[in-house]
């Protein structure tokens, strides 16, 4: 009867006050973010303190936002800056353009430009939105630069290359797992992110298993199971 379709709308919405809420009292509380989140990026240093920026410009040659503005310079002879015969002299980066793409990481022949997990930006101005060399080098610690405008929450600043470390040498499986870059500035040599094999380790990567998250979510909203 056209009466019960009524009635029937009433029950679904009682229904739901009896399931567990899933909202997030955002910005109070923030959900884990995975691994290979693209957000601000960072210019890493090696384990000595160098720039692993050499100042090729291949970063800014394949943006296709056309937000990345570098410009290399000769090392000096009594105090070289990078590993390298030349180092990023100047580095910036237009957030305004900035699309979150991560071909500027890819193209990065020696690690240096990476991205962390930290996405809220809040500027106040347009010149708060160009990030300069001396706002994107890793301090000391190999940590990223905290700004007054951004909104850092804890594990933000964690593994902020895994998305350069998760493939392999042409999709090879045989390479999955094996580590093939130089150690990061306060980190040393990142854990490899494995795929579907056993060669992964989640508590070192920060990664967020797919399967255990669907576990937990399932079985209390639809009475299923994952297998």
């Known amino acids: 009867m056209p009466g019960l379709n009524f009635f029937g709308g009433f029950k679904q919405a009682i ?3 009896a399931e567990p809420r899933v909202t997030t009292e955002y910005p109070k509380q923030k959900r884990p973010k995975p691994p290979r989140l693209h957000g601000r990026h960072v210019l890493n240093r090696y384990e000595d303190g160098m720039e692993k920026c050499i100042g090729c ?14 410009r290399g310079a000769d090392n ?11 180092y990023g002299f100047v580095y910036e980066i237009n957030y305004l353009r900035c699309i979150h793409c991560d071909m500027c990481v890819e193209a990065c022949p020696t690690e240096a430009i990476t991205e962390s997990k930290m996405f809220e930006f809040s500027f106040t101005s347009r010149a708060d939105a160009i990030y300069t060399k001396a706002e994107l080098l890793v301090d000391d610690e190999g940590r990223p630069r905290r700004l007054p405008w951004e909104d850092w929450r804890e594990g933000e600043d964690a593994n902020t290359s895994a998305w350069m ?3 392999s040498p042409a999709g090879s499986a045989a390479y999955e797992g094996e580590v093939q870059w130089s150690g990061e500035l306060g ?13 992964r380790d989640d508590e070192a990567t920060g990664n967020i298993s797919l399967r255990e998250t ?3 979510k ?8 994952v297998r």
């Open 214 to 216: 669907l576990a937990n």
């Open 57 to 70: 410009e291949l970063c800014a040659a394949v943006c296709p936002a056309d937000c990345i503005y570098v």
């Open 76 to 86: 000096p002879e009594d105090a070289p800056v990078s590993p390298g015969e030349r």
């Open 15 to 17: 229904k739901q006050v």
């Open 165 to 167: 470390r998760a493939t």
């Open 218 to 225: 399932i079985p209390s909203r639809f009475g299923g199971k």
């Open 187 to 199: 980190y040393g040599v990142r854990a490899p992110e494995g795929g579907q094999s056993n060669k």
